[in-house]
């Protein structure tokens, strides 16, 4: 018999959870905040110009980049697996770009998280020096709204992207964490929702369908939830029918209820970050959070047994964004290869590899013709048919909404307003993604 999440919410539990020590990644998140804020006057002092008989040019503005120059040269920091390859670990995609542009590529893989790769490029970030990177790909979450926010982002030029405006997808356009698309251009996308194996459809009795079959006692010892602090107070949040991006911070302390509730009930065996789909894959755990990628590279590599699942309250909508940092060197190229990667037959390339969600919905008729790879262009993971981001305004009721025959609900994180909030958020979900229950 399934539980029903945080409908009797302790009085006391907003005190004592904001009395709570913050665990160490939420304040590592939180310092990048605070670094942010404190290095914002000498940013904004830096990006008006030099002064003296010149006048001032603010950097990002039709004037500063009137002035700037082609290298031939980019820097481009990403995530690793997150680019097309072969054996030989070259990237065809890239080949492409120097070929036809003249822009030689220096690839790296140094992002593993995105707090502990802004922390470390926000030194040099802080002094006024590059960061040794034209393009780095960040989520949207706190992380990207700090670089935002905090004047550390170069404001793009859209006069270079032809290709992005007509191809994009409507899910990357004017996105509700950069409208306008000021500082970002989408790289991948995916969804957060649920994967599960054939024991979890027998012990239900039936197919996943709710965040709320992640509460089920059925399941007892047998659920995994993200350590991610945003996609772990989401999925509370829509446990309780509230759509994470208009929540309150009462809202937040319900969320965090259910999930204590989740945890002091023994469902849950672990919080996990990348390690979850090993343990689906040995059975370990029988149902988990999810992103969406993950369960189909799985079965394309071996386990065809896993699903995935958008839950009827919705599935996290999130993206991975390519954003010039401050003080790059080279951002004249840095805009050529953003458009670059929107034009079809490039985006292909890169989506047929990845798996993950693809900003340009014109690939997936490459992908089927051009490669005969119909697993591919066939699958709602990478492309999400009919799926619109401004569904994610749809109420909840009673902690679940009925899709029916309409297109998958997408929903997207909360944009934090202030360091407070995000300090907030973390006193709220931090110990329990940390484990520190009880």
Same mark, same amino acid.
């Given at each position: 018999?399934?539980?029903?999440?945080?409908?009797? +919410?302790? &009085?006391?539990?907003? #005190?004592? @959870?904001?009395?709570?020590?913050?665990?160490?990644?939420? $304040?590592? *998140?939180?310092?990048?905040?605070?670094?942010?804020?404190?290095?914002?006057?000498?940013?904004?002092?830096?990006?008006?110009?030099?002064?003296?008989?010149?006048?001032?040019?603010?950097?990002?503005?039709?004037?500063?980049?009137?002035?700037?120059?082609?290298?031939?040269?980019?820097?481009?920091?990403?995530?690793?697996?997150?680019?097309?390859?072969?054996?030989?670990?070259?990237?065809?995609?890239?080949?492409?770009?120097?070929?036809?542009?003249?822009?030689?590529?220096?690839?790296?893989?140094?992002?593993?998280?995105?707090?502990?790769?802004?922390?470390?490029?926000?030194?040099?970030?802080?002094?006024?020096?590059?960061?040794?990177?034209?393009?780095?790909?960040?989520?949207?979450?706190?992380?990207?709204?700090?670089?935002?926010?905090?004047?550390? +982002?170069? &404001?793009?030029?859209? #006069?270079? @992207?032809?290709?992005?405006?007509?191809?994009?997808?409507? $899910?990357? *356009?004017?996105?509700?964490?950069?409208?306008?698309?000021?500082?970002?251009?989408?790289?991948?996308?995916?969804?957060?929702?649920?994967?599960?194996?054939?024991?979890?459809?027998?012990?239900?009795?039936?197919?996943?369908?709710?965040?709320?079959?992640?509460?089920?006692?059925?399941?007892?010892?047998?659920?995994?939830?993200?350590?991610?602090?945003?996609?772990?107070?989401?999925?509370?949040?829509?446990?309780?029918?509230?759509?994470?991006?208009?929540?309150?911070?009462?809202?937040?302390?319900?969320?965090?209820?259910?999930?204590?509730?989740?945890?002091?009930?023994?469902?849950?065996?672990?919080?996990?970050?990348?390690?979850?789909?090993?343990?689906?894959?040995?059975?370990?755990?029988?149902?988990?959070?999810?992103?969406?990628?993950?369960?189909?590279?799985?079965?394309?590599?071996?386990?065809?047994?896993?699903?995935?699942?958008?839950?009827?309250?919705?599935?996290?909508?999130?993206?991975?964004?390519?954003?010039?940092?401050?003080?790059?060197?080279?951002?004249?190229?840095?805009?050529?290869?953003?458009?670059?990667?929107?034009?079809?037959?490039?985006?292909?390339?890169?989506?047929?590899?990845?798996?993950?969600?693809?900003?340009?919905?014109?690939?997936?008729?490459?992908?089927?013709?051009?490669?005969?790879?119909?697993?591919?262009?066939?699958?709602?993971?990478?492309?999400?048919?009919?799926?619109?981001?401004?569904?994610?305004?749809?109420?909840?009721?009673?902690?679940?909404?009925?899709?029916?025959?309409?297109?998958?609900?997408?929903?997207?994180?909360?944009?934090?307003?202030?360091?407070?909030?995000?300090?907030?958020?973390?006193?709220?979900?931090?110990?329990?993604?940390?484990?520190?229950?009880?």
């Amino acid at each position: 018999m399934s539980q029903t999440p945080g409908l009797q +919410l302790d &009085p006391a539990l907003i #005190r004592a @959870l904001g009395e709570r020590t913050i665990s160490r990644r939420a $304040l590592l *998140r939180a310092a990048v905040i605070g670094a942010g804020a404190a290095v914002l006057p000498s940013l904004v002092a830096c990006t008006q110009g030099v002064r003296g008989t010149t006048p001032l040019v603010a950097v990002g503005s039709k004037r500063w980049w009137n002035k700037q120059k082609r290298a031939d040269v980019l820097d481009f920091a990403n995530w690793p697996y997150y680019i097309d390859r072969r054996r030989d670990n070259s990237h065809p995609s890239l080949e492409l770009f120097t070929s036809t542009t003249g822009i030689a590529v220096n690839y790296f893989r140094p992002i593993h998280d995105n707090a502990t790769f802004v922390h470390k490029i926000l030194p040099s970030l802080e002094a006024g020096r590059p960061t040794g990177y034209d393009i780095i790909v960040v989520t949207n979450g706190p992380q990207l709204s700090t670089l935002m926010d905090s004047g550390l +982002l170069v &404001p793009l030029d859209h #006069r270079y @992207l032809e290709h992005f405006w007509r191809n994009a997808s409507d $899910l990357v *356009r004017e996105p509700p964490w950069d409208p306008g698309n000021r500082f970002t251009i989408a790289w991948q996308s995916g969804l957060t929702g649920i994967g599960y194996r054939p024991e979890a459809v027998e012990a239900l009795g039936r197919k996943p369908t709710s965040v709320t079959d992640l509460w089920n006692a059925a399941l007892e010892g047998r659920v995994g939830m993200l350590q991610d602090e945003m996609d772990l107070g989401s999925f509370g949040l829509l446990a309780v029918g509230v759509d994470p991006q208009s929540s309150t911070v009462y809202d937040w302390a319900r969320a965090a209820s259910a999930l204590r509730d989740q945890r002091e009930s023994n469902v849950v065996k672990h919080y996990y970050g990348q390690g979850y789909l090993e343990a689906l894959q040995r059975g370990d755990i029988w149902i988990s959070q999810a992103w969406s990628g993950d369960i189909f590279q799985a079965n394309q590599l071996g386990h065809p047994e896993l699903r995935f699942v958008v839950p009827d309250e919705g599935a996290m909508f999130w993206t991975d964004n390519m954003v010039i940092p401050a003080h790059a060197r080279h951002p004249v190229d840095a805009m050529i290869f953003m458009d670059f990667v929107y034009r079809k037959g490039v985006a292909a390339m890169i989506a047929d590899w990845v798996w993950y969600i693809t900003p340009v919905p014109g690939a997936q008729e490459i992908i089927r013709t051009r490669y005969g790879d119909t697993e591919v262009a066939d699958s709602p993971l990478v492309f999400p048919e009919g799926a619109t981001i401004r569904q994610a305004t749809h109420p909840l009721t009673n902690g679940s909404q009925t899709s029916g025959e309409e297109a998958p609900t997408l929903r997207t994180y909360y944009v934090f307003r202030s360091q407070e909030e995000l300090a907030t958020w973390h006193r709220f979900f931090g110990p329990i993604a940390a484990g520190e229950v009880g």
